[in-house]
């Protein structure tokens, strides 16, 4: 008798109780070959764009463990044991990988940046911090020559000609190889990959997204992507190396390759491991996972999973130590005013609805470039596009030389520069500090936001790989910093109004920390952005260590995200990820208006079914030629019999169909006992039938249907009425349901409508 | 034709759409009246005990808001937003009022502290800090008199005597008037209350625990009992406080009054702003609402107002200001050495192990002093019990002036001490910071530690308002600080050895601060005792500010989560639970050995069903005073036809059974369409069928029927095969099946078996 989603309902019979103890290796094997007392143990294989069935994989593993448990003697005890040992071993080391190749791209990344300025003279091969490292304070650095001094170029117009042109040039080749590398070796290491990680772990099946070759490929040409200059960050493409490193590990276990869905709770892992790199923020690593991934939920022991990951990540990461100072705080806030006075909630309030609004921007933006990319001849020239952009990129970086922007240094710097407080007993990032330039540098830096949303719309999506996180941070800060400035200009200007009650009344004293508010700016545009809230605020706090200043942070990402959802529902990986037309089903509240599940369901007149015993093996053959649906119910007149997913039916008639005349001839018969047929001419398929489908009626209401979706993973619901079959919603039903309200859904999946070749 | 959960099926009527605009109070006045059109207005009213029905309530809230929504003109855009304010006013105000309440908690627990000591000459409502502010540095304040000073008492025997008598005879005095009150006006207010939260917010009903009286005797008594010195803290009652505001302002609201869900939601921003208030961690009380209390799964919405309410609710608490700090960070770590090394990673896992091993064994305690209680004539005197605790506890903190224990101080001051660095500018706290003393120092923190794990086990529980949470930092703190001393020592003793070499060679310089031992002591402590993960690394660092350091907290916290795990599987506040037997789902993962869902159900033959058509009302009467289960399936045959509840059998009986004989003798029919018994002969009781409750087959395996219960929380899933009904589990089955591990379930929700009186 067949139970649910196949045959577990007989009692469990374990593997070694009649004597015969298998290998754990022969548990494999005998899987292979069908042998198993149970099915669950045969893999099922997943093609590329279809999804996981979550009920059957959790079920399959369930009863290996079972299996396992219940060999004799002291390995019963003992392989348990080793597949959690070796389901640790992937976790530690996948953390172990990405910590260590997280640091040493932060030095490739310095080291092929300072290249575009100069080299070292004793070693090709040290940047410019390694180079001039061992001298005494205020000593000058003779080792690091620009290319110019290199060249012993005298005339002062030349040298910046050439300087600019190799800065340039060198920008250009860096971008375009990273393009040319992507397009040539992994066309799915372009872009920022958390989307598709998203998809993954909520069940898409897209292995060639995570090969050993896109691993290589990503973190190779990411570092070329930042070291051009391209507006661009490292954290989301490190999530996506991360998955692919634990890919590639969980490979040489068979309990992980066999098992897709305990493959996505290792990958889930990694991508924690992923964040806690990408911005030194294990707790964030965590948290991303819990918020952004929506991963964890329910799932304590893969939350679990992340949180190890995540910290041993860290550790690495503070191991190989790149620069040498041994802190995980990459942006840290020094000097800053501990203590903040109630008008401050104005100008903070102020930068959290900048950041709701230019957020949205920025994702609106960034959409219609993408639709322009697809829909134009940029299509075909994405090397070219990338070229281009990198040039003009690096063009305007050149600008700051005459002080227009600031943004000739790398991101990371600008950034680490603009959350500073002045301190006299330092270095003054480009007069930022100095009071009487106010108004210059308020107009110099939002001129620079202005730019950097611009490039970064257009440079997110490019065939290079490239997060969103850091220019983000790098607009945010140019922005906080000016609305920081503004408010200390105010405030020195008119030191007694009564709104500065709070304050010192001699505005030497400092009262307004600049540094500080290009940290709120960062976290509101960040909220804009992305659209996380907690996972947000502590990645913001352990980035910058600003712990004290919770609160503001909080209010800052808080208003974003309410402006920015009245603006635009979705965050920026929503949007792609509709775009892209992935089956994921976001974790929002969905609330219907009163409809109910036949509003959704696909009825049974425009359901294909199969009738039971109606078809012989030959048609039914026949049939599944002429229908590619994934799965098909199975009915006796109109009463649900079960459910078969189109790979099983194949299986299953396969021994039927290679036979003879006769075989063929059998009749399909899929419930054995309220068979109507003799028993020598139906063809037994009853081994392929779901029985237990997961039925509802048809009047509950459609939220309740999109929650249970939402909730148990599943991937298709029945309707039926006292037994008989009314319609069936399938995953991607509810996904359309549920990214209906966005204009461009699949834009990115269909057909471009320009193309070379138009066939 | 009925629907899901009785009329949902029905094109949903707008009320307003006949030309009559009903007003928003009307609207409920309908509802009273049962006269809406469809039947979800109605208030379910559950008694105290049941678990509410979420499928209802959300049905309700969502036909309710339609309704609101389909008014005429400006009135259909208004009153949603009227709603929608009223909500935020609700979660805002509770924010505030938790806030204020914090704060004026803590002023009145350090004045009725320090009036255990003395008071001050110009005000005897003056605290010790209050009275003697205003003071140049240095300057002795003669403000604040010791009793004895106060009564001009000379000889110093009598002096520390009168001091010691006045000293427990307070603490006596507060602690007893604490149990008095609680035991008199409002018996719910002892104890934690986190244990009830979790169940309320898992949908138990349980109103009296929420209503004024008790908010009043536990904010009350919470200051007596923190007052009196007994070994509890203020953060579990903090949240049960914050509830109970959240439930009295919900009251003043009919959405929220008359939707159980609804008013859940508002219950568990409220937890989170109370944990938020509770240790100064907006943060963290996010987090604890996420994982602890296990709401905002799913439920963004949720997460979001409580992260409104924790953020408000700092902010009033730092407006407030109740110590002129305007900082958040309550035990700020200060003056730690920056960096850490890796030998340092032995003496950490290994307070990790102590904290999962102690924290295990305080569970244990208290487990068995809570069975002792019950089963012994303390049963009958818990004033009694309360004031000989608070006596002895009073007389082992005296012995601190011997220097025996570190336990004179609140325990919170004892914390913000051991977790302080040694710093030769400021004081030393009782020669801590002594190097000479330190095998001293060492045996007086452990002896410490041990003393209050005793007195804590033995507190929590008692009829007072007590959280565990602050104890067991103060033990955690304790051995922390002992483990920071040994290995400073060690290094002292042995500064060039091989281990230290990371370490400077002059062991003059700092290298290990015993202070971080400390609070990773407090933080292996807590995962031993919660089992709390990431909400935890989050309010340790909120409370700490030791943000550089999350690395070795996380590390400390796994392993105590680890080791404690491994010992009893089961955190404080899931131990009371289940002693107390509330129906409440642990959202563990649950793993079956291969159980089905036949394995968890009530089969059929043990199940009371009713079959359709065969009783008369006034058989129908007489069976429902025979069976007093919450609801019944209703059968057709063997066939299912659907579910009635109790308390909707009887209203739809009411009218047939207040009738005349003729009435009381039709036959009761639930599915009219298949009636096989004449019109006029039949009551038709179809308004009460629960048409489409879930069904599963048997043969599902029983982790999906948990999970199911788990993340959908259901109330009872009925098990059919081919539409005809095998058996049915209720959400008590399922709790009783994940409590089932733990010996002592329900031990206190049974009778006692020691009483006075017994009957």
Same mark, same amino acid.
Request: glycine share 8%.
């Given at each position: 008798m067949a139970g649910y989603f196949g045959h577990i309902s007989m009692p469990l019979e374990p593997v070694g109780r009649n004597g015969h103890v298998h290998t754990d290796e022969e548990l494999f094997e005998l899987t292979e070959d069908g042998?198993?007392?149970?099915?669950?143990?045969?893999r099922t294989k997943y093609e590329d764009g279809s999804s996981i069935d979550w009920l059957h994989e959790e079920a399959a593993e369930r009863e290996r463990l079972h299996s396992l448990r219940s060999q004799a003697g002291a390995r019963g005890l003992l392989l348990p044991l080793l597949e959690s040992a070796r389901l640790w071993f992937v976790v530690i080391m996948t953390g172990l990988g990405i910590g260590i190749t997280g640091a040493w791209l932060d030095v490739l990344v310095k080291w092929l940046g300072d290249l575009r300025e100069g080299h070292c003279s004793y070693g090709f091969f040290y940047n410019q911090v390694a180079c001039c490292?061992?001298?005494?304070?205020g000593e000058q650095c003779h080792e690091w020559l620009t290319w110019s001094e290199s060249l012993h170029i005298r005339s002062i117009f030349v040298q910046s000609l050439l300087q600019c042109f190799i800065y340039v040039v060198l920008a250009i080749a860096f971008a375009g190889s990273a393009a040319l590398l992507v397009e040539t070796?992994?066309?799915?290491?372009? *872009?920022?990959?958390i989307p598709e990680i998203k998809a993954i772990l909520g069940g898409y099946v897209f292995d060639a997204f995570l090969t050993p070759w896109t691993l290589l490929i990503k973190a190779l040409g990411l570092a070329l992507a930042v070291a051009s200059g391209l507006s661009l960050g490292k954290e989301g493409p490190l999530v996506h190396v991360a998955c692919c490193m634990a890919f590639g590990l969980s490979r040489f276990f068979r309990q992980f390759n066999h098992n897709e869905a305990q493959k996505r709770k290792l990958l889930a892992a990694a991508a924690a491991a992923g964040v806690s790199v990408a911005f030194g923020s294990p707790l964030g690593g965590v948290l991303f996972g819990l918020e952004e991934l929506d991963t964890f939920a329910n799932e304590t022991d893969v939350m679990w999973k992340g949180f190890v990951a995540s910290a041993v990540a860290a550790v690495a990461l503070q191991w190989v130590n790149p620069f040498g100072t041994a802190k995980l705080v990459l942006f840290q806030v020094t000097n800053a005013v501990d203590t903040w006075r109630a008008f401050e909630l104005i100008p903070w309030l102020g930068l959290g609805v900048v950041g709701g609004v230019l957020g949205a921007l920025l994702i609106r933006l960034n959409v219609e470039v993408a639709l322009y990319r697809r829909n134009s001849y940029l299509n075909d020239w994405p090397v070219l596009e990338v070229v281009c952009v990198s040039a003009i990129t690096a063009g305007i970086s050149y600008l700051e030389t005459i002080k227009v922007v600031f943004s000739r240094v790398q991101a990371s710097e600008l950034v680490a520069n603009l959350f500073q407080e002045c301190d006299p007993t330092k270095g003054d990032y480009h007069g930022l500090c100095n009071p009487t330039a106010m108004w210059e540098n308020v107009f110099l830096l939002i001129l620079t936001a202005i730019i950097k949303i611009g490039l970064t719309a257009w440079t997110f999506g490019m065939m290079v790989p490239a997060g969103i996180f850091l220019p983000t941070i790098a607009i945010g800060a140019c922005l906080g910093r000016a609305v920081g400035l503004m408010t200390q200009g105010l405030y020195r200007a008119h030191p007694t109004a009564w709104i500065f009650?709070?304050?010192?009344?001699?505005?030497?004293?400092?009262?307004?920390s600049p540094g500080f508010y290009a940290v709120l700016g960062a976290s509101a545009m960040l909220g804009g952005v992305t659209r996380m809230t907690i996972s947000l605020v502590v990645i913001v706090f352990e980035l910058t260590g600003a712990l004290s200043h919770v609160l503001p942070i909080m209010i800052c990402v808080m208003t974003a995200k309410w402006v920015g959802d009245a603006l635009g529902k979705d965050g920026i990986y929503s949007v792609w990820i509709a775009m892209r037309r992935y089956p994921w089903l976001p974790a929002v509240d969905y609330h219907d208006k009163g409809e109910t599940g036949a509003n959704i369901m696909r009825s049974l007149e425009k359901l294909v079914t199969i009738e039971d015993e109606r078809f012989t093996v030959a048609e039914l053959e026949q049939f599944l030629e002429t229908y590619d649906f994934n799965g098909f119910p199975i009915v006796r007149e109109k009463r649900l019999v079960g459910f078969a997913t189109r790979d099983k039916l194949k299986e299953s008639l396969d021994p039927f169909a290679q036979g003879d005349a006769f075989l063929r001839s059998k009749r399909c018969s899929f419930s054995i006992r309220d068979s109507v047929v003799p028993e020598d001419t139906r063809a037994d398929l009853s081994e392929c039938l779901e029985e237990a489908v997961l039925q509802l009626r048809k009047e509950v209401p459609q939220e309740l249907v999109v929650s249970m979706f939402q909730k148990l993973n599943l991937r298709r619901i029945l309707f039926t009425h006292a037994g008989e079959l009314t319609g069936m919603t399938t995953k991607s039903d509810v996904v359309a349901l549920l990214t209906? *309200?966005?204009? *461009?859904?699949?834009a990115l999946s269909q057909r471009p409508t320009y193309s070379r070749a138009p066939s």
């Open positions: 042998q198993l007392p149970t099915k669950y143990g045969k490292s061992g001298l005494d304070p070796y992994a066309p799915y290491a372009f *872009h920022t990959g009650l709070s304050c010192p009344p001699d505005p030497s004293e400092r009262c307004i209906s *309200h966005f204009p *461009h859904t699949a």
